[in-house]
């Protein structure tokens, strides 16, 4: 009885929950009344829009309810991968194919447990639209979660790169306000962010489309569990390795492939910020574990210095990137920038703790990262502006803001008890073990993200409340509060406490490390 | 093989082209005020074509007329293709044409001539029944191209293919003769035997690259790409529709079945020359879209760079290349259908609009129309998860099993360059203000087009692609 009711497809239902939300605010909007042109408005149009949103949050909160499910269906103490699910799709050794492991498991329920307080922080900021946007939303986690649990390459692919489509129309329907020159011509700068991301992207995912097609044509499959035990030859290694790197470098993103984050980033509306951060960023580092380091071992190891060095600069110098910003939301990205070098770094080290170190770090970057976000976003609804200079002395109106706001910037400073110093602590713990001059130049990372992050909550939190347009600024409501407190109790619960998530990395990393290191031994003979 | 037996394999050429006759007397007698009869009654021809190619009562393979004319499974495959594009190109047309008051009874007619020459392309193994295939299609083409005579555009782009088109031709018989002189036969099968016996004989080769010359002109690949724009941009836009869809994919496989079946043993002569085609056509896809602001002009380079990508799956000169040009081929006829319905109904105050500019916040005022174009324009830039994206997966991994890696590498940057004239379509509807709003008189025919082409796109073929890629596998089997 147990086993028949573990053996339902629950990662199929958990990935297509939110499309399925989706269709229905479609037959909503379908069946609205419509004026002679063909327009839904008036209060026929409040009505689609009401319904739109509690779809969302009800599909949303319910993915986070099967994904608890899943999650207590999964069992912890295996390595393997577990509630694998298989269909035929196109033939050929492609099929449909999903599964989750340690490595996944979490970013799943991160992804379920970010969507809904996404919905929220939407509830009333967006006003034009608002079932396209949740259908956006909702199309959206579905792809997301699709990359998490796939566990074929081809698969993968699609829900990889479908994921640009939505964000794509978030960012240029959605995004602020303002022009930009580009190429002589003037455009409006979200429709220029949007672009960016999306052609960048493409062009690294393409790279990885070329390598995929070689690796079936030796292969026969696309199968990720049967290519994890295929020995491609060092040469080739080194190609693949490449051309991976080139979609998930650009993705997480690693200096110098990063600029186009900072554009994504301070055009999208609070919630797209949210899940690009959050969720959007972590399948680069979810795909050089999942991909990188098992299927290409001896390349991942030459390439392991190439990899540091991005990694410190990414950290020290989009530390200092970060330090001359005056939009909040561009100085957030380049300390996601900088907290993605941490995980790359523990990544590549692979060590125990150099990995979970990374796992940590994504994650705990994913609630951190997404509150943080999240505060830009409360003020931006009020003041419509992200300028730094154009606040100062919120703490008097606002001192739960402020607190909450205090938190999460030390919790990206990487304060003990919060989440976000576990994740450095144990990449560095890692790099110590591999080479110490990394550990070190890692280390001013933190020195300087004290420095920005800081220096941000001074200058908008502190000083005298001198600005007019500041005046009549109100506390954050009842719905934000919540939002950030569910954020801040998994920062603060995983800081205090991190090993329950650990544990469950654990035996899946130290699969990994043991098929890396066979492999690493094998080659050596070679 | 009697004749009555022979004749009962070729039953679906036979009832297009005796129904085309018998529906042109008709029309003849009864005047253009039978054109919308007579349209019904072609694509009943077409379909009674599709069911009669389908449900063959004889084996599935047969060789005909002393080895001209060849039924198999890619014949089966690429005619089915056809005639449905076919009929649906007849379906559509009809609202424009009462619209611009120009219903005439020749121009279905004339589209099954056309397909009827398309047909003996697809099936034929002889230079001699090549030739008539390609010059019965491209006689119907050219009077199609015209067919709105009053309209200066209209005529002139009827005048340019036809004029470029002769030359074409002449590059293609230049080169049979050729063939013919060095090999002694017009037979595929006797050619491909003295080929793979004698190697690389350089008459022969030379005579190769004239009828590939030739060949590529009909499918509007670079550098022999010119007349598409303003064919495409002059001709009436049912029309455009038409000859971006099946003459292509009539043209595709004739050069599949021309280049593999009987120069297989001299395919390292050949490669190389697609190859370059292959990229030039990509190449003039991806950037000379990017200025365009008509949408017809805009579909004609993406055609072009749509070639280019079938033609990389064709280098590759496996089975794995020819079953990935006829999924590519196959998805690319539908979702160029789909865009000319949405283009078609791109109308104001009783007139076509063809500025891209007009697409203007589309999702603000005609939220059905911008869907089902969001989707077609993400499939034609290859994103996934719609179809057009697995299309350029299996032509990718064809040439990168034919060792071809670098075309594969070229072909994946065309791709990503050519996104962005797609995405800039998607951002005008998406992104900007709205525009004055497009009529919503568009007839069923249309809508149904749009929406069966879009929803083809995504979910229906992303569900099913493993049908199509067995039916293609199937059918570029035949060839080996």
Same mark, same amino acid.
């Given at each position: 009885?147990?086993?028949?009711?573990?053996?339902?497809?629950?990662? $199929?239902?958990?990935?297509?929950?939110?499309?399925?939300?989706?269709?229905?605010?479609?037959?909503?909007?379908?069946?609205?009344?419509?004026?002679?042109?063909?327009?839904?408005?008036?209060?026929?149009?409040?009505?689609?829009?009401?319904?739109?949103?509690?779809?969302?949050?009800?599909?949303?909160?319910?993915?986070?309810?099967? $994904?608890?499910?899943?999650?207590?269906?999964?069992?912890?103490?295996?390595?393997?991968?577990?509630?694998?699910?298989?269909?035929?799709?196109?033939?050929?050794?492609?099929?449909?194919?999903?599964?989750?492991?340690?490595?996944?498991?979490?970013?799943?329920?991160?992804?379920?447990?970010?969507?809904?307080?996404?919905?929220?922080?939407?509830?009333? $900021?967006?006003?034009?639209?608002?079932?396209?946007?949740?259908?956006?939303?909702?199309?959206?986690?579905?792809?997301?979660?699709?990359?998490?649990?796939?566990?074929?390459?081809?698969?993968?692919?699609?829900?990889?790169?479908?994921?640009?489509?939505?964000?794509?129309?978030?960012?240029?329907?959605?995004?602020?306000?303002?022009?930009?020159?580009?190429?002589?011509?003037?455009?409006?700068?979200?429709?220029?962010?949007?672009?960016?991301?999306?052609?960048?992207?493409?062009?690294?995912?393409?790279?990885?489309?070329?390598?995929?097609?070689?690796?079936?044509?030796?292969?026969?499959?696309?199968?990720?569990?049967?290519?994890?035990?295929?020995?491609?030859?060092?040469?080739?290694?080194?190609?693949?390795?490449?051309?991976?790197?080139?979609?998930?470098?650009?993705?997480?993103?690693?200096?110098?492939?990063?600029?186009?984050?900072?554009?994504?980033?301070?055009?999208?509306?609070?919630?797209?910020?949210?899940?690009?951060?959050?969720?959007?960023?972590?399948?680069?580092?979810?795909?050089?574990?999942?991909?990188?380091?098992?299927?290409?071992?001896?390349?991942?190891?030459?390439?392991?210095?190439?990899?540091?060095?991005?990694?410190?600069?990414?950290?020290?110098?989009? $530390?200092?990137?970060?330090?001359?910003?005056?939009?909040?939301?561009?100085?957030?990205?380049?300390?996601?920038?900088?907290?993605?070098?941490?995980?790359?770094?523990?990544?590549?080290?692979?060590?125990?703790?150099?990995?979970?170190?990374?796992?940590?770090?994504?994650?705990?970057?994913?609630?951190?990262?997404?509150?943080?976000?999240?505060?830009?976003?409360?003020v931006y609804k009020r003041m419509h502006t992200r300028e730094i200079a154009a606040y100062g002395g919120l703490v008097h109106r606002m001192p739960l803001y402020?607190?909450?706001?205090?938190?999460?910037?030390?919790?990206?400073?990487?304060?003990?008890?919060?989440?976000?110093?576990?994740?450095?602590?144990?990449?560095?713990?890692?790099?110590?073990?591999?080479?110490?001059?990394?550990?070190?130049?890692?280390?001013?990372?933190?020195?300087?993200?004290?420095?920005?992050?800081?220096?941000?909550?001074?200058?908008?939190?502190?000083?005298?409340?001198?600005?007019?347009?500041?005046?009549?600024?109100?506390?954050?409501?009842?719905?934000?509060?919540?939002?950030?407190?569910?954020?801040?109790?998994?920062?603060?619960?995983?800081?205090?406490?991190?090993?329950?998530?650990?544990?469950?990395?654990?035996?899946?990393?130290?699969?990994?490390?043991?098929?890396?290191?066979?492999?690493?031994?094998?080659?050596?003979?070679? | 093989?009697?004749?009555?037996?022979?004749?009962?394999?070729?039953?679906?050429?036979?009832?297009?082209?005796?129904?085309?006759?018998?529906?042109?007397?008709?029309?003849?007698?009864?005047?253009?005020?039978?054109?919308?009869?007579?349209?019904?009654?072609?694509?009943?021809?077409?379909?009674?074509?599709?069911?009669?190619?389908?449900?063959?009562?004889?084996?599935?393979?047969?060789?005909?007329?002393?080895?001209?004319?060849?039924?198999?499974?890619?014949?089966?495959?690429?005619?089915?293709?056809?005639?449905?594009?076919?009929?649906?190109?007849?379906?559509?047309?009809?609202?424009?044409?009462?619209?611009?008051?120009?219903?005439?009874?020749?121009?279905?007619?004339?589209?099954?001539?056309?397909?009827?020459?398309?047909?003996?392309?697809?099936?034929? %193994?002889?230079?001699?029944?090549?030739?008539?295939?390609?010059?019965?299609?491209?006689?119907?083409?050219?009077?199609?191209?015209?067919?709105?005579?009053?309209?200066?555009?209209?005529?002139?782009?009827?005048?340019?293919?036809?004029?470029?088109?002769?030359?074409?031709?002449?590059?293609?018989?230049?080169?049979?003769?050729?063939?013919?002189?060095? %090999?002694?036969? %017009?037979?595929?099968?006797?050619?491909?035997?003295?080929?793979?016996?004698?190697?690389?004989?350089?008459?022969?080769?030379?005579?190769?690259?004239?009828?590939?010359?030739?060949?590529?002109?009909?499918?509007?690949?670079?550098?022999?790409?010119?007349?598409?724009?303003?064919?495409?941009?002059?001709?009436?836009?049912?029309?455009?529709?038409?000859?971006?869809?099946?003459?292509?994919?009539?043209?595709?496989?004739?050069?599949?079945?021309?280049?593999?079946?009987?120069?297989?043993?001299?395919?390292?002569?050949?490669?190389?020359?697609?190859?370059?085609?292959?990229?030039?056509?990509?190449?003039?896809?991806?950037?000379?879209?990017?200025?365009?602001?008509?949408?017809?002009?805009?579909?004609?380079?993406?055609?072009?760079?749509?070639?280019?990508?079938?033609?990389?799956?064709?280098?590759?000169?496996?089975?794995?290349?020819?079953?990935?040009?006829?999924?590519?081929?196959?998805?690319?006829?539908?979702?160029?259908?789909?865009?000319?319905?949405?283009?078609?109904?791109m109308r104001r105050r009783g007139g076509m609009t063809e500025n891209i500019a007009d697409l203007s916040g589309l999702t603000k005022t005609n939220m059905p129309?911008?869907?089902?174009? %969001?989707?077609?324009?993400?499939?034609?830039?290859?994103?996934?998860?719609?179809?057009?994206?697995?299309?350029?997966?299996?032509?990718?991994?064809?040439?990168?099993?034919?060792?071809?890696?670098?075309?594969?590498?070229?072909?994946?940057?065309?791709?990503?360059?050519?996104?962005?004239?797609?995405?800039?379509?998607?951002?005008?509807?998406?992104?900007?203000?709205?525009?004055?709003?497009?009529?919503?008189?568009?007839?069923?025919?249309?809508?149904?087009?749009?929406?069966?082409?879009?929803?083809?796109?995504?979910?229906?073929?992303?569900?099913?692609?493993?049908?199509?890629?067995?039916?293609?596998?199937?059918?570029?089997?035949?060839?080996?």
């Amino acid at each position: 009885m147990i086993e028949s009711f573990a053996e339902q497809p629950w990662l $199929s239902l958990l990935t297509f929950a939110p499309m399925i939300g989706a269709i229905f605010i479609v037959i909503s909007r379908m069946m609205a009344k419509k004026n002679d042109d063909g327009i839904i408005d008036g209060p026929d149009l409040e009505q689609v829009e009401r319904n739109a949103r509690m779809i969302a949050l009800a599909f949303t909160v319910g993915a986070f309810l099967i $994904s608890l499910g899943v999650f207590a269906l999964y069992d912890s103490s295996l390595a393997g991968f577990q509630l694998v699910e298989e269909t035929a799709w196109l033939g050929g050794g492609i099929s449909y194919k999903l599964g989750v492991d340690g490595i996944s498991i979490l970013f799943v329920l991160l992804t379920t447990f970010i969507m809904p307080i996404c919905i929220l922080a939407s509830w009333d $900021s967006i006003k034009s639209r608002v079932a396209d946007y949740m259908i956006a939303f909702l199309v959206l986690e579905t792809l997301m979660i699709g990359v998490f649990v796939s566990l074929d390459l081809f698969l993968f692919y699609v829900f990889f790169e479908g994921s640009l489509i939505p964000m794509f129309l978030i960012i240029g329907v959605w995004g602020s306000k303002g022009t930009k020159e580009f190429a002589g011509f003037t455009l409006p700068s979200r429709v220029y962010a949007a672009l960016k991301f999306f052609l960048y992207t493409l062009i690294g995912s393409l790279f990885l489309l070329v390598a995929m097609a070689w690796m079936y044509a030796q292969a026969g499959t696309t199968d990720i569990v049967a290519l994890q035990q295929v020995d491609f030859p060092a040469g080739a290694q080194k190609w693949l390795w490449l051309a991976f790197f080139a979609s998930f470098a650009v993705k997480m993103p690693m200096w110098p492939f990063h600029t186009w984050l900072p554009d994504a980033h301070v055009q999208a509306p609070t919630a797209g910020s949210i899940v690009l951060a959050a969720i959007l960023l972590k399948m680069g580092g979810y795909g050089f574990l999942r991909f990188s380091l098992p299927m290409f071992p001896l390349a991942s190891a030459d390439f392991a210095p190439f990899i540091y060095a991005l990694s410190i600069i990414a950290i020290i110098y989009t $530390s200092l990137v970060a330090l001359a910003q005056e939009d909040m939301k561009k100085l957030i990205a380049y300390s996601s920038v900088a907290h993605m070098g941490f995980a790359t770094m523990g990544i590549f080290t692979v060590t125990k703790q150099g990995i979970e170190g990374g796992l940590f770090q994504m994650l705990s970057h994913g609630f951190i990262s997404g509150a943080l976000f999240l505060c830009v976003g409360i003020v931006y609804k009020r003041m419509h502006t992200r300028e730094i200079a154009a606040y100062g002395g919120l703490v008097h109106r606002m001192p739960l803001y402020a607190f909450l706001f205090l938190f999460f910037t030390l919790a990206n400073v990487g304060l003990p008890g919060t989440s976000g110093f576990i994740g450095e602590i144990l990449t560095l713990i890692g790099a110590f073990k591999v080479n110490s001059w990394i550990a070190f130049f890692a280390t001013f990372g933190v020195i300087l993200s004290a420095a920005y992050a800081l220096r941000l909550f001074r200058e908008v939190m502190y000083g005298e409340l001198v600005k007019p347009a500041l005046m009549s600024i109100t506390d954050i409501d009842r719905r934000e509060l919540l939002c950030l407190g569910a954020l801040m109790a998994f920062t603060l619960y995983l800081g205090i406490n991190p090993s329950p998530a650990l544990d469950v990395f654990s035996p899946s990393v130290d699969l990994l490390m043991e098929n890396y290191d066979a492999a690493l031994a094998a080659g050596a003979l070679r | 093989m009697g004749i009555f037996e022979t004749l009962s394999f070729a039953a679906p050429e036979l009832v297009l082209v005796l129904g085309a006759m018998a529906l042109l007397i008709t029309g003849v007698f009864i005047g253009d005020k039978s054109a919308k009869q007579i349209g019904y009654a072609c694509v009943g021809l077409l379909l009674v074509a599709v069911l009669l190619v389908l449900f063959s009562p004889t084996a599935p393979t047969a060789s005909l007329f002393d080895g001209a004319f060849r039924i198999d499974a890619f014949s089966t495959f690429s005619k089915v293709i056809i005639y449905l594009a076919a009929a649906v190109a007849i379906l559509m047309s009809d609202q424009y044409f009462a619209g611009e008051k120009l219903r005439r009874f020749e121009y279905p007619v004339l589209i099954v001539l056309a397909v009827f020459g398309m047909s003996l392309m697809v099936s034929a %193994t002889d230079l001699i029944s090549l030739y008539m295939g390609i010059e019965t299609q491209s006689l119907a083409l050219y009077i199609l191209a015209a067919f709105k005579r009053d309209s200066r555009r209209s005529t002139e782009a009827g005048l340019k293919y036809f004029v470029l088109g002769a030359l074409s031709t002449c590059l293609l018989l230049y080169g049979a003769s050729l063939i013919y002189g060095f %090999t002694g036969s %017009t037979s595929f099968e006797e050619i491909a035997r003295i080929a793979s016996m004698e190697g690389a004989n350089v008459g022969l080769i030379f005579g190769l690259v004239f009828l590939i010359s030739g060949l590529a002109f009909k499918v509007s690949a670079a550098p022999f790409h010119m007349w598409t724009p303003d064919v495409y941009e002059g001709a009436p836009t049912p029309v455009a529709a038409f000859f971006s869809a099946a003459p292509k994919l009539a043209g595709m496989a004739l050069f599949a079945r021309v280049l593999v079946s009987s120069f297989h043993g001299a395919l390292g002569d050949w490669q190389p020359v697609l190859a370059m085609i292959a990229v030039a056509s990509m190449a003039v896809g991806a950037f000379s879209a990017i200025p365009q602001s008509n949408i017809k002009r805009l579909m004609a380079y993406s055609s072009i760079g749509h070639m280019g990508y079938a033609l990389i799956g064709l280098s590759a000169g496996t089975a794995q290349g020819v079953k990935s040009v006829l999924i590519y081929m196959t998805i690319y006829v539908a979702m160029t259908i789909g865009a000319f319905a949405c283009i078609l109904m791109m109308r104001r105050r009783g007139g076509m609009t063809e500025n891209i500019a007009d697409l203007s916040g589309l999702t603000k005022t005609n939220m059905p129309l911008a869907i089902i174009l %969001t989707v077609l324009l993400f499939s034609l830039a290859g994103v996934p998860p719609t179809a057009g994206f697995f299309g350029k997966w299996y032509v990718f991994l064809a040439a990168v099993e034919a060792k071809l890696v670098w075309l594969a590498i070229v072909g994946v940057f065309a791709s990503a360059v050519s996104a962005y004239y797609y995405l800039r379509i998607v951002w005008f509807m998406w992104f900007d203000e709205a525009a004055e709003p497009f009529e919503r008189d568009a007839g069923p025919a249309l809508k149904l087009t749009a929406w069966g082409s879009a929803l083809l796109m995504f979910p229906v073929l992303t569900i099913f692609m493993g049908r199509l890629t067995e039916l293609a596998g199937r059918a570029a089997a035949a060839l080996f």
